[in-house]
């Protein structure tokens, strides 16, 4: 369970890194994934998500985590953005990394 703090800051245009718990066979580890949110639906609902973007080896990856999962271990956020124009960002999935940052600077 995320914490309410967190969880305002976890908005599109922020970029994040989620801590996810992995389980492999008897062991457990904590894995980190690092992107942009670049959607939140469902509020604060038992179903809500939010939905982080990445680069891994110039290529695209998102993940959708539900905010009440028990797999998240914690998230950190690096950066909050200003002013965002949209509630989702799915436009950036078609720009170069060079023109998101743009995009999300100002």
């Given amino acids: 369970m995320l914490d ?5 800051k976890i908005k599109p245009g922020a970029k994040i890194r989620v801590w996810e718990r992995l389980k492999e066979g008897d062991k457990e580890r904590q894995s980190a994934f690092e992107g942009i949110v670049i959607a939140r639906k ?11 973007r990445a680069i891994l080896q110039e290529v695209g990856v998102e993940k959708v985590y539900p905010i009440n999962s028990s797999l998240i271990a ?4 690096l950066t909050s953005p200003k002013k ?12 170069s990394p060079k023109r998101v940052a743009e995009k999300l600077k100002g």
């Fill in 4 to 8: 309410q703090k967190i969880l305002e």
């Fill in 84 to 95: 965002v124009r949209r509630a989702k960002l799915y436009f950036i999935r078609h720009l």
């Fill in 42 to 52: 469902h509020g604060s609902e038992t179903g809500a998500t939010f939905t982080v």
């Fill in 74 to 77: 914690k998230v950190d956020v």
